[in-house]
């Protein structure tokens, strides 16, 4: 494509104001110097005068208002849930399952007799007055247990009597410890 | 907002329905005549109009804005238009003497209705080839830019430009021809 060809391809552009401005540079140059393009320019202004968009745009308009256009709306299944309800759901559903587990596996082992049984005992001065003591902490119950062997030692050597419930503990409690040993 | 993004916002929201609205309501023009382009019958036109939203209907769900709308409307119309002139084809035109009749009288009352602009916008559209005439339409009608163009009719830009300017030279001629009183 020679330069007269490439700027004549712009002229339909030029008339209707869609061109760039290095475009129009172009083609108005163009113009002032040659009359055969200024010819075809008014030709083309011509054709763009009686064909105008406006014009076509109304007889288009004008053809289509007789159209109706009307749609077998099928009946979706409504699947739209809000994000806010899947996450919450998702949350329950977890927090649910997680319960579900933990209680299971906690019941299993209270059938097989593994829970670690939680010592009680009783203090030797309120043997009489027998209040169970769940310990809480591993520093309270060997100062507890302490002072416990050392009266139980004490009782033995003065000969007392020794509270039964208070010595099968003591006596589980040794057992307990010489098997730790022996694992370690 | 413009009417592509206020459809993607309320496909996005799954409000199917009010998007269909505004999708029919902004380019009912635009389908109704590409169709007629093609087909050349303003009933026909209609009837394809109403499938095409039909179909545009049933496949919005998988519309995610990679082209524009009216790019995507106009491959709908298009390959419907061209699936209907096939079947018009193998058809055959066997029209019996009695539809031939009323379709002639249907059409000289349409003709006797119809404006003079009318009539000359269709003469000059009518002296276009197929892609000429497409290209004056999308280019000085829709206002499309040639990358738009070029999507929907798979031309390239250089070879639209081209069109455009030979469409409008064509007509020029034509004018000029009507003027001189060769053509009536």
Known sequence: MNNHEYIEHLLPDYINGTLSEADIYIVEKALASSKDLQQKHDEFVQVFGVLKQDDIIQLMNDEVESVDVTLPFKAKRNMFMPKIMIGTTTSIAACLLLWIGINNQISSNVQNGDVKKIPTIELAETIDEFTPLELQSEDVEEVILDEILTLYVSDIESGKEINPVLEKEITNYLLQENTDEEVL | ?184
């Not at chain 2, 559209?125 to 798979?154: A, N, W």
């Not at chain 2, 069109?163 to 020029?172: D, E, I, M, P, R």
Request: net charge neutral.
């Open chain 2, 1 to 184: 907002m413009k009417p592509e993004q206020d459809i993607l916002y309320l496909l996005e929201k799954g409000k199917t329905h009010e998007a269909m609205s505004i999708l029919m309501s902004n380019y009912k023009r635009f389908v109704h005549s590409t169709a007629i382009r093609y087909l050349k019958d303003d009933d026909d036109a209609k009837d394809l109009t109403q499938e095409v939203f039909i179909k545009a209907y049933n496949s919005l769900d998988y519309f995610r804005g990679d082209s524009k709308i009216q790019t995507w409307l106009y491959a709908i119309t298009r390959n419907l238009c061209l699936n209907a002139l096939d079947k018009k084809k193998r058809k055959g035109n066997v029209i019996h003497l009695e539809t031939l009749e009323v379709l002639s009288d249907e059409r000289s009352d349409r003709l006797v209705n119809e404006s003079e602009f009318s009539k000359f916008f269709k003469e000059c559209m009518s002296i276009l080839p197929e892609k000429q005439r497409e290209t004056f339409i999308l280019r000085h009608v829709e206002e499309l830019t040639y990358e738009e163009i070029s999507e929907m009719l798979g031309t390239s830009i250089g070879g639209l430009k081209a069109n455009y300017f030979q469409a409008v030279q064509k007509l020029s001629q034509y004018l000029s021809s009507k003027k001189e009183g060769n053509i009536q």
